[in-house]
């Protein structure tokens, strides 16, 4: 009988025909013309294990090494390789942990992924690691991962050494070098130098099976790429002046900084309160940072040489003086006589009428008051504004105004008002000499700080030229520093003009009527400046500015000390200490070093805050 | 009366030769999947490549039984042996020990047996059995119903197991029925539910629907080429619709979207009915039931994924859609799978270089996973050669079940084709992520006992009946 049916193989032969094209045309398609397979394929097998560099070391200016790095370990967990019947009653004790801990931190790793490793447990101490390594072969799936940490030899520098944490996640956006749980220097020379002081990263890579159990190293370790070590760095700090600065300013608020003239390297830059720079270091970081962001009264975090701007006071009139004497409104011979003040500006009882030398050494607000005013009256230029913005030139040249260009991150410029802000204020020529008069003494708009006093002070040392401030003075084995920290920054004023300026420093501290005659040291000739800088919000600061000695100097210092009033009763003690300190190393009055041990400001600011 | 023949000379020496391709090439991919450096020897009897040694040779000592037997035993046993492989199935589930949540297997002290894999030649046997005296093909009800009840019967004992993958392969037998004379349209019909049913877990009901009430327009102008019948009847239609959803807005308030339009085909097919009874309009019935059957199938498609089917193969289909990624759940098998295949490149990495392969990557991947191996290491060529095996030895197959003369060699020569290909497509399929993972082994390739020997009996069984044709002249 005939199949009526026969042709109907030739559609069941159809089928199986298309349906085999089917699959070679996909084999094709996801074999031949597609190569991200491959990729996908090596990303698999593959586990890179990333090497991390030890940090740079950071030394003082003699040597001594004030930051190094200890040892710390991370626990990490595969959770697909962790055994089902773990003790984790046992796994807790051996590492000091709660089991709601555990869990939790098992759940972020599993929630991470089954298969890679996470972080389980950071920075564990080397007593815990030496414990859970003889363990370690008890818990499957568990393995630790060698990290550095920072470790200071001194407690003191935290501000200049700024302090070092895990990246966040705009820090690995902004610089794809970075990975999730790298680390990255914040603040201070940590953050300044991070490129050099984080060497790069290495990366070992190895063969794993689909449990992540390494079975060799991939291609005999010819595409690994090893670890460079972070370059180490010499500060210009010198550690034991720094730990001396921090030990007076001890229970104080405000700063020092102290600068070599010569070279423009940072001595000391002491902000007080501050803070033990090991508090920032490992497990304990994350806690003592909120309390240390968290005290909103003694704000310790914030760094009060580089960011704390103040009115300068009397500090500012040698640089008054000067510009008078460049602009040629007053000479040698200039006196002016004070009656307790000029116009509205008081002066305390002295006698009268002074020469230039004269004024600085007794702070004369009469003096400057009237020089100031033949400044911008001057004759020569068509009007005061005009006057005035030759005067701020002069500002500029010695710093003011803007930043320094140092490096430290947190500088602050500072300001130092043009001519048309005060435009704004009183109208287009609507202002005279007398409009803005304090400026003369130092007090009204202009805000500088300690560091750009120091800088002055440097440069006055130096008869009219600094260094840009900085801390680093040599990087790595070439001793590379970047240039901008060897060009001299020369001022127009006339060298010879110093003379008489310097002479009123000398005479300030070591002449029988000098406002800071009570810290004069034996045998060296401190050039010195008092100064008040009010304070709107309660007792004025107290300020100094000096240098030593006065031939060839070799520290220019500017002390801050906050709401402890005149100039010469707290903050010339603490500069002529410092300067004790750096030049000898031993201290020659021990009663003013007690008496400013001793001193203790901090209760009664926060008495009058907590009081308000 | 019978003629003598030389049973060696008779058998078809292809389909023989492409079994022992098959079953080496097999046993070397298994030996890879498997292989790590500590172990390297190939007849170690721990390992899998060392069983599978074992159930090889055990099986070419099945196929030389199988051939030996007299031919007209298979087909005077058939009923027995099919009636004995769905008692093997029905105790499974009562005896059979439980494995990743289906009891599919029996375990006699560290030996397990599937018997799924059994009733798949069982199912086929009797099925041709049934259809070899049935003079008109599988023309009408009476003759259909039976035949489907033959392989339902054991679709439904898997389907309680649950084992899926082997269910299916019971439906491949509907090639057969195909061939022996069913309806094309129940297939059509069935190809368009299968898509309608993707499309519908893929678009919106709604957009659906109006879809196919567009096609179903078209269709009409197409086939009766008058536009005023279809524009009168869109016309019918749309004002019907109107009328429901504003009776529904204002005064019953709970139809969907979904149930008004379908009210509204309703209500409408009795101005269409009329339409048709007057004028005799087959055409325009036909194209009126297929669009409320499409339109009712649409609108329940959802109804029986979400609580039908079950969610692990939900999630498969899902996947496969690429509705939902998942790379490292359920997906996690095809995507690596994929990876594996895909790094093979066009040549392949190598005999026993798949990184893939020897690190694990891919589960179960000497069992179902195992054309993974055959594409990390042998690429595309060793793919291609590896599909070019199984089409010819279908086509084969195919040829020589046409030549048979008995109607019952031909029958079930199409059920070992059938069950095959389904085997060969749907495995090689889901590792490339053409169709959704359902686990079932890819024949002569995959490690394990059972499915080897089932394979090796349902291919042994045809061959034999397939050397005795011409003993006789029926």
């Given at each position: 009988?005939k199949?009526?049916?026969i042709n109907?193989?030739?559609?069941i032969?159809?089928?199986?025909?298309m349906?085999a094209?089917g699959?070679?045309?996909?084999?094709?398609i996801?074999q031949?013309v597609?190569?991200s397979?491959?990729?996908?394929a090596?990303?698999?097998?593959l586990?890179?294990v990333?090497?991390?560099?030890?940090?740079?070391?950071?030394?003082?200016?003699?040597?001594?090494?004030?930051?190094?790095n200890q040892?710390?370990?991370?626990?990490?967990?595969v959770?697909?390789?962790?055994?089902?019947s773990l003790?984790t009653?046992?796994?807790?004790?051996?590492l000091?942990?709660?089991r709601e801990?555990f869990?939790?931190q098992?759940?972020?790793?599993?929630n991470y992924?089954?298969?890679a490793?996470?972080?389980?447990l950071k920075?564990i101490s080397d007593?815990?690691?030496?414990?859970f390594?003889e363990k370690?072969?008890l818990f499957?799936?568990f393995?630790?991962q060698?990290?550095?940490?920072?470790k200071?030899?001194k407690?003191?520098?935290?501000?200049?050494?700024?302090?070092?944490s895990?990246v966040?996640d705009?820090a690995i956006?902004?610089?794809p070098y970075?990975?999730p749980?790298?680390?990255i220097?914040?603040s201070?020379?940590e953050?300044?130098?991070?490129?050099v002081l984080?060497?790069?990263?290495?990366?070992k890579?190895?063969?794993?099976?689909?449990?992540?159990?390494?079975k060799?190293?991939?291609?005999?370790g010819k595409?690994?790429t090893?670890?460079i070590?972070?370059a180490?760095l010499t500060s210009?700090?010198?550690?034991?002046l720094?730990?001396?600065?921090?030990?007076l300013?001890?229970n104080?608020r405000?700063?020092i900084?102290?600068i070599e003239?010569?070279?423009?390297?940072?001595?000391?830059?002491?902000s007080a309160p501050t803070y033990?720079?090991g508090?920032?270091v490992g497990?304990i970081r994350?806690?003592?940072?909120s309390?240390?962001q968290g005290?909103?009264?003694?704000i310790?975090?914030?760094?009060r040489?580089?960011?704390?701007a103040?009115p300068?006071?009397s500090?500012?009139?040698?640089i008054n003086g000067l510009?008078?004497?460049q602009e040629?409104?007053?000479n040698?011979e200039?006196?002016f006589?004070?009656?307790k003040?000029?116009?509205?500006?008081?002066?305390h009882v002295?006698?009268?009428p002074?020469?230039?030398?004269g004024?600085?050494?007794n702070?004369c607000?009469?003096?400057?008051?009237?020089?100031?005013r033949r400044?911008?009256?001057?004759?020569k230029y068509?009007?005061?504004?005009e006057?005035?913005?030759?005067w701020k030139?002069?500002?500029?040249q010695f710093?003011f105004?803007?930043?320094?260009?140092t490096?430290f991150?947190?500088?602050?410029a500072?300001?130092i008002p043009s001519?048309?802000?005060y435009?704004?204020?009183h109208?287009?020529n609507?202002w005279?000499?007398?409009?803005?008069?304090?400026?003369?003494?130092g007090?009204?708009?202009?805000?500088i700080t300690?560091l750009?006093?120091?800088?002055?002070?440097?440069?006055?040392?130096?008869?009219g030229?600094?260094?840009t401030p900085?801390i680093?003075k040599?990087?790595g084995?070439?001793n590379?520093i970047?240039?901008?920290?060897t060009?001299?920054?020369?001022?127009s004023i006339d060298p010879a003009?110093?003379?008489?300026?310097?002479?009123?420093?000398e005479?300030?501290v070591?002449?029988a009527?000098g406002t800071?005659?009570a810290?004069a040291i034996?045998d060296?000739i401190?050039?010195?400046?008092?100064g008040?800088?009010q304070?709107?919000?309660?007792d004025?600061?107290s300020?100094?500015?000096?240098?030593?000695?006065?031939d060839?100097?070799?520290?220019a210092?500017a002390?801050y000390?906050?709401?402890a009033?005149?100039?010469?009763a707290y903050a010339?003690p603490?500069?002529?200490?410092?300067?004790?300190?750096?030049?000898?190393?031993?201290?020659g009055?021990?009663a003013?070093e007690?008496?400013?041990?001793?001193l203790?400001?901090?209760d009664?600011?926060i008495?009058r805050?907590?009081?308000? | 009366?019978?003629r003598?023949?030389n049973l060696?000379?008779?058998?078809?020496?292809?389909?023989i030769v492409l079994f022992?391709?098959?079953?080496?090439?097999?046993?070397?991919n298994?030996?890879?999947?498997v292989?790590?450096?500590?172990?390297?020897?190939?007849?170690?009897f721990?390992?899998?490549y060392?069983?599978?040694f074992v159930w090889i040779?055990a099986?070419?000592?099945?196929?030389v039984?199988v051939v030996?037997?007299?031919?007209?035993f298979?087909?005077?046993f058939?009923?027995f042996?099919y009636?004995?492989?769905?008692l093997l199935?029905?105790l499974v589930?009562?005896f059979?020990?439980e494995?990743?949540?289906?009891?599919?297997?029996f375990?006699f002290?560290g030996f397990?047996l599937q018997?799924s894999e059994f009733?798949?030649?069982?199912t086929?046997?009797?099925?041709?059995?049934y259809l070899?005296n049935?003079?008109?093909g599988l023309?009408?009800?009476?003759v259909?119903?039976?035949?489907?009840?033959i392989?339902?019967?054991p679709?439904?004992?898997?389907y309680f197991?649950?084992?899926?993958?082997?269910?299916i392969?019971?439906?491949a037998l509907?090639?057969?029925l195909?061939?022996?004379g069913?309806?094309?349209?129940i297939?059509?019909?069935g190809l368009?539910m299968?898509i309608l049913f993707?499309?519908?877990?893929l678009?919106?009901?709604?957009?659906?629907?109006?879809?196919?009430?567009?096609?179903a327009v078209i269709?009409?102008?197409f086939?009766t080429r008058?536009?005023?019948?279809?524009?009168?009847g869109t016309g019918?239609?749309?004002?019907t619709?109107a009328i429901v959803y504003l009776?529904?807005?204002y005064?019953?308030n709970?139809?969907?979207i979904?149930l008004?339009?379908f009210?509204s085909?309703?209500?409408?097919?009795v101005?269409?009915?009329?339409?048709?009874?007057t004028?005799?309009?087959?055409?325009?019935?036909v194209?009126y039931?297929?669009?409320?059957?499409?339109?009712l199938?649409v609108?329940?498609?959802?109804y029986t994924?979400?609580?039908i089917?079950?969610?692990?193969?939900k999630?498969?289909i899902?996947i496969l859609?690429g509705?939902?990624s998942?790379?490292?759940?359920?997906g996690?098998?095809?995507?690596?799978s994929i990876?594996?295949?895909?790094?093979g490149?066009f040549?392949?990495?190598?005999?026993?270089?798949g990184t893939?392969?020897k690190?694990?990557?891919v589960p179960?991947?000497?069992t179902?996973?195992?054309?993974?191996?055959?594409g990390?290491?042998?690429?595309f060529l060793?793919s291609?050669?590896?599909?070019?095996?199984?089409?010819?030895?279908l086509?084969?197959?195919i040829?020589?079940a046409?030549?048979q003369?008995?109607s019952?060699?031909?029958?079930?020569g199409?059920g070992?084709v059938?069950?095959l290909?389904?085997?060969f497509?749907?495995?090689?399929?889901?590792?490339?992520?053409?169709?959704?993972?359902i686990g079932?082994?890819?024949?002569?390739?995959s490690?394990g006992?059972?499915?080897l020997?089932?394979?090796?009996?349902?291919l042994?069984?045809?061959?034999r009946l397939?050397?005795?044709r011409?003993?006789y002249?029926?």
């Open positions: 009988m199949d009526p049916f109907r193989k030739y559609v032969m159809a089928l199986i025909v349906a094209a699959l070679i045309i996909r084999l094709f996801i031949v597609k190569d397979y491959r990729l996908s090596d990303n698999n097998v586990r890179y990333t090497q991390y560099p030890a940090r740079g070391l950071i030394y003082d200016r003699k040597g001594e090494l004030i930051v190094k040892a710390a370990y991370d626990i990490m967990v959770p697909a390789q962790t055994a089902k003790d009653t046992g796994f807790c004790d051996l000091g942990i709660s801990h869990r939790k098992m759940k972020a790793a599993v992924s089954r298969r490793p996470s972080v389980f920075q007593q815990t690691y030496a414990r390594q370690m072969f499957p799936g393995y630790v060698p990290r550095t940490l920072r200071y030899s407690s003191v520098g935290a501000h200049v050494l700024g302090y070092v895990e966040d705009n956006r902004k610089d970075y990975k749980g790298d680390y220097g914040k201070g020379i953050e300044s130098y991070e490129k984080r060497g790069r990263r290495g990366v890579i190895f063969l794993v099976d689909v449990y992540s159990r390494i060799g190293s991939y291609a005999d595409m690994d090893v670890a070590q972070g180490d210009s700090l010198d550690i034991r720094q730990e001396y600065g921090e030990l300013m001890h104080k405000g700063s900084v102290a003239p010569q070279t423009g390297e940072v001595l000391a830059l002491v033990d720079p508090l920032l497990r994350s806690e003592n940072f309390r240390l005290d909103t009264l003694a310790p975090l914030f760094n040489a580089l960011m704390a103040y300068p006071g500090t500012f009139k040698p510009i008078a004497l040629g409104v007053i040698d200039t006196r006589s004070c009656n003040g000029y116009m509205f500006v008081g002066c002295h006698s009268s002074l020469s230039l030398e004024a600085i050494m702070s607000n009469s003096y400057f008051c009237q020089a100031f400044v911008l009256e001057n004759p068509k009007s005061v504004p006057a005035y913005a030759q030139t002069y500002l500029n710093g105004g803007s930043k320094l260009g490096d991150v947190n500088e602050l500072g300001f001519a048309s802000y435009d704004r204020y109208g287009k609507g005279r000499a007398l409009s803005v008069i304090s400026l003369a003494i007090q009204g708009e202009i805000l300690p750009q006093m120091a800088n002055m002070t440097a440069a006055i040392a130096n008869r030229y600094f260094y900085h680093i040599a990087i084995k070439d590379a970047s240039k901008r920290f060009d001299r920054h020369s001022s003009n110093f003379d008489r300026i310097i002479e009123g420093m005479g300030a070591n002449g009527a800071a005659r810290v034996k060296i401190v050039c010195g400046k008092t008040t800088a304070n709107p919000h309660g004025a600061h300020v100094f500015v000096a240098f030593a000695p006065k060839n100097p070799r520290i210092i002390v000390v906050e709401n009033g005149a100039g010469a010339a603490v500069a002529s200490l410092m300067i004790e300190k750096y030049l000898r190393d031993s201290i009055n021990k003013l007690q008496k400013i041990l001793d203790n400001l901090e009664k600011i008495r805050e907590e009081e308000h | 009366m019978k003598s023949i060696w000379n008779s058998l078809d020496k292809v389909s022992l391709l098959m079953i080496t090439a097999g046993w070397f298994i030996y890879a999947a292989f790590s450096e500590e172990r390297s020897g190939i007849f170690d721990s390992q899998r060392g069983k599978q040779v099986t070419l000592l099945i196929a039984f030996i037997i007299d031919n007209r298979y087909f005077f058939s009923w042996i009636g004995a492989t769905i199935l029905i589930l009562i059979g020990k494995i990743n949540g289906a009891r599919s297997w375990e002290g397990s018997p009733a798949k030649f069982g086929a046997l009797a099925l041709a059995s070899s049935k003079r008109h023309t009408r009800l009476d259909i119903v039976p035949a489907l009840a392989l339902l019967l679709a439904l004992l898997t197991q649950p084992d899926m993958g082997s269910m392969v019971f439906f509907f090639i057969v195909f061939r022996e069913m309806s094309p349209y297939f059509v019909s368009l299968i993707f499309l519908t877990l678009f919106n009901n709604l957009y659906l629907t109006i879809t196919i009430i567009a096609v269709l009409l102008f086939i008058r536009w005023k019948l279809c524009i009168t019918i239609l749309i004002i619709t009776l529904d807005h005064i019953f709970f139809l969907g979904e008004v339009i009210s085909l309703i209500l409408s097919g101005v269409f009915a009329y339409y048709i009874y004028k005799k309009a087959v055409v325009v019935m194209i039931l297929f669009l409320t059957g499409s339109v199938f609108n329940t498609v959802d994924f979400n609580n089917v079950k969610p692990h193969q999630q498969r899902e859609l509705i939902k998942d790379k490292h759940g359920t996690y098998n095809v995507n690596q990876i594996s295949i895909g790094s490149g040549a392949g990495k190598g005999y026993l270089q893939q392969t690190f694990k990557f179960a991947q000497s179902d996973f195992i054309f993974c191996t055959v990390e290491e042998w690429g060793g291609v050669l590896v599909i070019g095996m199984y089409l010819l030895l086509l084969r197959l040829f020589l046409e030549r003369r008995s019952f060699s031909r029958i079930y199409y070992v059938s069950i290909f389904v085997h497509f749907i495995n090689v399929g889901m590792t490339i992520g053409l169709v959704p993972v079932i082994p890819l024949p002569f390739f490690y006992g059972s499915s020997w089932g394979f090796t009996i349902l042994f069984i045809f061959l397939d050397a005795s011409t003993e002249l029926v």
